[in-house]
């Protein structure tokens, strides 16, 4: 195994960490301030794809595509949350479970009845395509690259958002104590709204970079959403900085784990053998990565005030 | 008077060994019409039914049903199919699992069942059955065909797969007949859409071929992220993985990609000449593998059914079996095992026009029988 | 006395019995196979209940006990058929009984095993880990290779039963009714036992309990592994049904519908998951006949039962739960 190739499987965890990291983001903050649980978030992510798949085509360009999906996804969250999440936020959470897995159900199928069955192919812009050397003799797709960095700046802006703006301030407030927000005087209602409609965007934003990379078709957010859900029990539920660590963690150790487990079996038994047996392995690897850190720590490793 | 009866009944028996040509005939298709295997399904039961228009016998029906690509709701479908619809025959499904879940108790339970396309091992060996027919090939053909094919030019592969059955097969057969080194054997995930980790792998090999088969929406994924990469090295696979219906989808990333096939759009006989014409005729588009394959099953059942009746399970056997069609491929006929036995050729990924589509450049195989025939004792 | 709510389960248990056994005479057996998928799925439904509607464990993974049922039936089953030794020389097994037997063992063990590390959390952590738990189990029976993985595994001929053609829909159909009436009743027995009492009012106030000298994990531990072995037992029966095994037993959206089940009929009610189960198939039948995009109109229906029905059918029917 060379250098090269242990950076370029460095750089593919990281990719995914950031992917995943922008669905966790969405999920955990809605969790922090609603103390909503969100099935439906993956179906937001395959709205924003289908959304920047369709205007790409129709306009021909990925860029106003993109900015599409932010909308899109931005908007379908707001109606939801207007339509059916405000009245969820007093039930428990099973009734959030089922409501929102309801709205798996309309949303995938009212997508096969708009777009068909058949998936869709985003192509990457023109100005993201190729690949660039890296130090050591490897190379590397400019668009993962263009990927992780877009993650690394939505890290920042949520950290400013959250730290430095009055809306952050409201968000920090309605997280600690969601009685005394309203008694402020805070329009608790539309900051439900406005943060739902974030969380959804990020994740649109997310399925329309990852839409480019692979397809987009119905039931696209699903695999993504269940990987964001272990993210965020492993970062603690209601915490953006626990669902980076986590986003990270998962994203290094799952493309790690596919990567290094064949070969180090490979060393006892056969390779073909080897390369079924790792591969078995390495797909539950997360899963028992999540189940050691909550044997230790049963509230994630940034649990929030409350849960 | 007597003469009389025997006459009439003379000419009654007559008539009913004349009227097998018109004796019902209900077959039952399940075959995947949504989500991301659609394509696959569509040109199944599209090359299937033009075959059946063919035939012209208006005592054939034909209902069709959607499996979703889910086995659970293939096996609910072919049991009211059986149980209320009464169908004589299925046929129609694209996915070895979703076969291994029908086939075998269709036919335990006296049903014919003509595969279009999955053509699982289990199936082709000890527990061969004689109401089990293959029009397609059987799962490792294709793939046997790369092996041999990789001899000629290449010292050093990289082989993968998905990680399941067909998968696994695929590998085995490839090194079957592949006498060069095998530099790593990646086994990914069914369904997988990211291949980064592989495509890096590709890189470090050395390999100077790397053969894939990943069927589907799998197989368009890692194209085109292979394409962005700048990785150099050729990439070849059997021909399901470069059929018409994802060529498109993959772009110019396919072109000059080597692939194994029975069959391709420019193969040289009448035959072939009429069907792609009747095909683009009927549906304004070409026709792809698995078109052909389901039209050469809708032919053989069609065949069978002109000269026996159904309900006569050894007769209508017995006539399928002799496989009287003309095929688009040329040459057609069943081995012992009830697969077929045919030639199998290499293609090209090449733009006619505008559009992608494959080019036969040299047969591999000529009269190639599966593995599993030597096990079959029927 | 009869309450409201017993009418109506007992003619629920009625209608069940009787409208297979006159559409198999009247000669259509595919009605009878529809019935069955009913029983299994409201046995299912039955041991999910006991964790979620007594204990209030809402657990997003008892597809894994589902499929570990099912895949305890197709493994005997197989090695039956091949002659193979399972395990330390055991043999496979094509004998119902003895399928059912290890069905529950090894899908209670596993329950056992989630449960103790799920347990250790509560809410909404609770329900993503069980989805989590399940999804590792889905993903090892995909790519295991040993019994098909992503295939699947088929059963060549239906298990058998003493005595019984269960090949014949009926018959098979009678097993599951039997089976289903038998939980019933261990669901009415566990409800009104003092660990019943206790899983309960863990529930409503876990404090309360705990300063009464239970501790509420032990209880709620043991009622999911109970809960998991009633649903492997049913995954086992779904697997005879389908005579095929496959990991989308496993998978997510199958938790989901049990769940759906259970609030469809009603939760924590005895019969809730068999009235669940019947509207579901109902439903699925119904509208699948009508219109490919069902699943559309399911997830409109299951929103408006959330929102505006909370009751589910027997709330309907029955008037309000006596345990809430």
Known sequence: MTLALALEQLLNGLQLGVMLFLMAAGLTLIFGVMGLINLAHGSLYMVGAFACAAVASATGSFWIGLIASFACAAAAGAIVELLVIRRLYDRDHLDQVLATFALILIFSEGTRWLFGSFPLYLDIPRLLQGAVALPGGAQYPVYRLAIIAAGALVALGLYLLIGKTRLGMRIRAGESDREMIGALGVDIRTLYTVVFALGAALAGFAGAMVGALQSVQVGMGEPVLILAFVVIVIGGIGSIKGALLGALLVGVVDTMGRFLLPQVLALFVPPSQAGLIGGAAASMLIYVMMALILAVKPRGLFAAAHA | ?378 | MLTRETIVNIVLAALLLAVPLAANASGQPFYVTIATRVAILALAATGLNLALGLGGLVSFGHAAFFGIGGYAAGILASHSFSGEPLLFGLSGTKQMPLIWVVAMLVAGLVGLLIGTISLRTSGVYFIMITLAFAQMVYYFAISWPAYGGEDGLSILVRNQFAGVNTMKPVSFFLICYVLLMLALGLFVLVRGSRFGSALQAARQNEVRVATVGIAPYRIRLTAFAISAAMTGLAGALYADLNRFVSPSMLSWHMSGELIVLIILGGTGRLFGPLAGAALFVIFEYLLGGLTERWQFFLGLILLATVLFARGGLLGLLAGKARHG
């Open chain 2, 1 to 378: 008077m007597k003469k009389l009866i025997s006459a009439a009944t003379l000419a009654l028996s007559m008539s009913v060994s004349g009227l097998a040509v018109a004796e019902p005939l209900k077959i039952g298709m399940i075959t995947t019409l949504s989500g991301g295997g659609a394509g696959l399904g569509i040109d199944t039961r599209d090359g299937f039914m033009l075959a059946i228009k063919q035939a012209g016998n208006d005592e054939i029906e034909v209902i069709t049903e959607d499996d979703g690509q889910k086995p659970e709701l293939a096996v609910q479908i072919a049991d009211k199919m059986v149980q209320s619809d009464q169908v004589d025959i299925l046929t129609g499904i694209v996915w070895s699992n979703l076969l291994m879940a029908v086939a075998p108790s269709a036919v335990a339970q006296g049903k014919f069942y003509v595969s279009t396309n999955a053509a699982p091992a289990a199936l082709a060996g000890e527990n061969c059955n004689p109401l089990y027919f293959n029009a397609a090939y059987q799962n490792d053909n294709l793939h046997e065909a790369m092996g041999e094919y990789a001899n000629k030019d290449y010292k050093k592969m990289f082989i993968m797969a998905p990680n399941y059955p067909a998968g696994k097969d695929s590998l085995t057969g490839f090194k079957r007949f592949y006498k060069g080194e095998v530099t790593s054997e990646v086994y990914t995930q069914v369904g997988q859409t990211d291949y980064a980790a592989e495509i890096a792998q590709i890189r470090a090999s050395g390999a100077d071929g790397v053969f894939a088969f990943l069927p589907g929406g799998m197989g368009i994924a890692f194209m085109k992220q292979y394409a962005q990469s700048g990785v150099k090295i050729s990439i070849m696979g059997p021909g399901f993985s470069f059929s018409q219906d994802v060529l498109g989808a993959i772009g110019d990333a396919a072109l000059g990609v080597k692939n194994s096939g029975h069959w391709a759009k420019d193969l040289d006989n009448e035959a072939n000449k009429k069907f792609v014409e009747a095909f683009q005729a009927e549906y304004g588009r070409l026709p792809s593998i698995y078109a052909v394959q389901a039209y050469d099953a809708g032919q053989l059942i069609a065949s069978a059914a002109a000269k026996a009746d159904v309900k006569d399970t050894e007769a209508f056997r017995a006539e399928l079996l002799k496989a009287d069609i003309q095929s688009p491929r040329g040459k057609f006929k069943f081995n012992i095992n009830q697969h077929p036995i045919q030639d199998i050729y290499v293609r090209e990924v090449v733009k006619d026009g505008d559009v992608l589509t494959n080019k036969i450049i040299a047969p591999v195989f000529t009269d190639h029988e599966d593995a599993y025939a030597k096990d079959c004792k029927m």
